[in-house]
């Protein structure tokens, strides 16, 4: 039999805490990262198909406005708030086919969607580390505890 210094420090339920701190930050960096690159291409991909321009607003209700642009050649509906330029004017984005859009998600958003992406990721590298890892050395060692005493029966 192996003595007893075999058993790994997973096994007997101790775990370094600067281990556990670093793999859960790190999928939690590896993670809002991912996301982030993610959600700046699709800014990247809404401004190479949508425009902005200036638009004069004509009217406002609670929650919409009424505005025109092209010298008045087009109008249409927009959300509430606009992105005021002064008292009458507003920007607004126009897909490719010149209709009103919502406006690109900002840097608040991609730092939110970073940030959703990275708590998951975090609490799965710490899940890892905490209940999974000590698990398997754990079975690991047994299996081979298990194993010595097949072949210690077996011994002559």
């Given at each position: 039999?192996?003595?007893?210094?075999?058993?790994?420090?997973?096994?007997?339920?101790?775990?370094?805490a600067?281990?556990?701190?670093?793999?859960?930050?790190?999928?939690?960096?590896v993670?809002?990262?991912?996301?982030?690159?993610?959600?700046?291409?699709?800014?990247?991909?809404?401004?190479?198909?949508?425009?902005?321009?200036?638009?004069?607003?004509?009217?406002?209700?609670?929650?919409?406005s009424?505005?025109?642009?092209?010298?008045?050649?087009?109008?249409?509906?927009?959300?509430?708030?606009?992105?005021?330029?002064?008292?009458?004017?507003?920007?607004?984005?126009?897909?490719?086919?010149?209709?009103?859009?919502?406006?690109?998600?900002?840097?608040?958003?991609?730092?939110?969607?970073?940030?959703?992406?990275a708590?998951?990721?975090?609490?799965?590298?710490?899940?890892?580390?905490?209940?999974?890892?000590p698990?398997?050395?754990?079975?690991?060692?047994?299996?081979?505890?298990?194993?010595?005493?097949?072949d210690?029966?077996?011994?002559?």
């Amino acid at each position: 039999m192996r003595p007893t210094g075999e058993w790994t420090w997973a096994a007997r339920g101790h775990r370094p805490a600067g281990l556990t701190i670093l793999v859960t930050l790190l999928a939690g960096c590896v993670a809002g990262l991912l996301a982030a690159g993610s959600l700046i291409r699709e800014i990247d991909a809404y401004h190479a198909t949508h425009r902005q321009v200036t638009a004069e607003v004509v009217e406002e209700r609670a929650t919409v406005s009424r505005v025109t642009w092209d010298g008045g050649q087009h109008s249409g509906w927009a959300r509430m708030p606009l992105d005021r330029v002064s008292g009458t004017a507003a920007r607004v984005w126009l897909d490719d086919q010149g209709r009103l859009t919502p406006p690109p998600i900002g840097t608040a958003e991609v730092g939110l969607g970073a940030l959703i992406a990275a708590v998951p990721a975090g609490a799965a590298g710490w899940l890892v580390v905490t209940v999974l890892l000590p698990w398997w050395v754990a079975r690991r060692a047994s299996v081979r505890v298990d194993r010595e005493w097949r072949d210690y029966g077996s011994a002559p």
